[in-house]
């Protein structure tokens, strides 16, 4: 079992459409939990950065930790042609000598049709 | 502006030919990572550098080797790419390698390999 699970998609959704990103993980040490946007041959870019269940909101994004269940999601409100791209979700534990260790998801491809 | 800067974007070398692949950060951040990306895959971490300290992960082929000669810069050997090593390589770097530091990538490397 992977520690972090991810669907693939891809996901299409009409421009304006309310899109929900998850990500499943198996191991409880995870302690921080980020959203990263990474476009067509490019590097990821964060987006959110949480640490304790609940939501966090940004503009159009919010970030929603739920730690009991292992669950995390990011939603897009009013989805943009623009936001078309593969969102990854990545998660840090302490590993060995203290250094932090982030594990991703594969990526959910999102599209936004126009 | 501050950034992780990759070169080259573009990568093309020949099976078992070396090749280097270049980092450079303004961030002045002490730690620096390399990750392997492959198409539809979740980031990989090969190993990273705390200051002059070098952290292999311990899946990472004898193939792949990084050297640190300075703050800023950081580079990537691979002593004799095989078609498996064809992906996209990811540098970043967090200023600190607590969990709560952030990780900041580059715009990453596409090796070809033919």
């Known amino acids: 079992q992977k520690e972090v699970e991810q669907d693939p998609g891809p996901l299409s959704v009409p421009e304006g459409a309310i899109v929900s990103l998850n990500c499943t993980y198996s191991?409880?040490?995870?302690?921080?939990f980020m959203w990263y946007r990474q476009y067509s041959r490019k590097g990821p870019e964060l987006l959110m950065y949480?640490?304790?269940?609940g939501n966090k909101e940004d503009g159009r994004f919010t970030a929603q930790v739920d730690k009991s269940s292992k669950y995390i999601s990011l939603f897009i409100r009013d989805s943009q042609p623009s936001d078309s791209a593969t969102y990854l979700c990545?998660?840090?534990?302490?590993?060995?000598?203290?250094?932090?260790?982030?594990?991703f998801g594969t990526g959910t491809k999102l599209q936004v049709i126009p | 502006d501050a950034m992780v800067i990759q070169n080259p974007r573009y990568q093309v070398t020949q099976f078992g030919k070396p090749v280097t692949l270049s980092c450079s950060q303004t961030?002045?951040?002490?730690?620096m990572y390399w990750y392997q990306q492959k198409s539809s895959q979740a980031p990989k971490l090969l190993f990273h550098?705390?200051?002059?300290?070098?952290?292999n992960e311990a899946d990472t082929p004898d193939n792949f080797q990084s050297r640190r000669p300075n703050t800023s810069f950081c580079f990537l050997d691979i002593r004799s790419p095989g078609l498996g090593d064809a992906a996209m390589y990811l540098c970043?770097?967090?200023?600190?390698?607590?969990?709560?530091?952030?990780?900041?990538f580059g715009p990453g490397t596409r090796l070809t390999v033919l």
């Open positions: 949480t640490y304790s269940s």
């Open positions: 990545a998660m840090k534990r302490s590993g060995s000598g203290g250094y932090q260790k982030v594990t």
């Open positions: 191991n409880s040490a995870f302690q921080y």
């Open positions: 961030l002045n951040h002490n730690v």
């Open positions: 970043a770097t967090s200023r600190e390698a607590r969990s709560t530091d952030t990780q900041y």
């Open positions: 550098y705390y200051d002059k300290d070098f952290n």
